[in-house]
């Protein structure tokens, strides 16, 4: 079956870093990445929508500056996460899909702690 | 563009016992998808409804789409502590992406 990997599964850094967050389709090519975050014991946010060779979609209220989401090629997207505070700790998720409604392909999370 | 309700928001069962999730919206749906996320872990698919009053069933766990494609259920007969986590119905459109509800958390005690 299709495999979305997502690197690193945790990292812990210092206020004020920049963090980057890697998302691969192993087996398939994804024209659209999407990117998640999510709160203890709460639901999946959508953070952004990443495109292949365009700028990333964002939902409203997710800075784009901050977030900086690059999809150069059809098997990876990045998120970097800019001048990271406490308050950006959470875990990020990225899916990718075959298709137009099929199943999304989660990849494993990034655990991010700023201290 | 479509939302989701789900309810409850927590369920705790004892071994044994069913448990029923719920998803509501007050869109017609194109499709709900249902998904599993394990503590600590990431959201893994389970299956996919299309059609009107669908019904699926994988092994103790039945699937049902509503008639008017604006409601589902997932419904687990027999809960076993293998069944602990949170459930998500999710929908989408086309290429939009996918909107979550809320979730059900599911505890068993054994």
């Known amino acids: 079956g299709a495999v979305v990997s997502q690197h690193p599964s945790w990292v812990i850094c210092k206020s004020g870093t920049s963090v980057k967050i890697e998302c691969r389709s192993l087996?398939?090519?994804?024209?659209?990445m999407f990117w998640y975050r999510q709160f203890p014991k709460q639901s999946l946010m959508l953070m952004a929508t990443s495109n292949e060779g365009s700028k990333a979609t964002y939902e409203q209220g997710v800075e784009k500056d901050k977030f900086l989401i690059n999809h150069a090629s059809l098997t990876l997207s990045t998120l970097t996460v800019t001048s990271a505070h406490p308050e950006d700790s959470s875990f990020y998720i990225c899916?990718?899909?075959?298709?137009?409604?099929?199943?999304?392909?989660f990849g494993q999370g990034t655990r991010l702690t700023v201290v | 563009g479509q939302q989701v309700m789900q309810i409850p928001q927590y369920q705790h069962v004892q071994e044994g016992e069913d448990f029923t999730t719920y998803c509501n919206s007050s869109t017609t749906l194109s499709n709900i998808q249902w998904y599993k996320q394990r503590p600590g872990g990431h959201p893994v698919f389970l299956i996919q409804?299309?059609?009107?009053?669908e019904v699926k069933k994988q092994k103790r766990l039945t699937f049902q789409f509503g008639e008017a494609k604006k409601n589902s259920s997932l419904h687990i007969t027999a809960t076993q502590t293998t069944d602990v986590g949170t459930y998500f119905c999710a929908s989408s459109s086309g290429n939009t992406p996918l909107v979550f509800g809320k979730g059900t958390r599911l505890s068993v005690i054994a």
């Open positions: 087996d398939f090519q994804a024209t659209t």
């Open positions: 409804l299309v059609k009107s009053g």
């Open positions: 899916s990718a899909r075959k298709g137009s409604n099929t199943e999304a392909f």
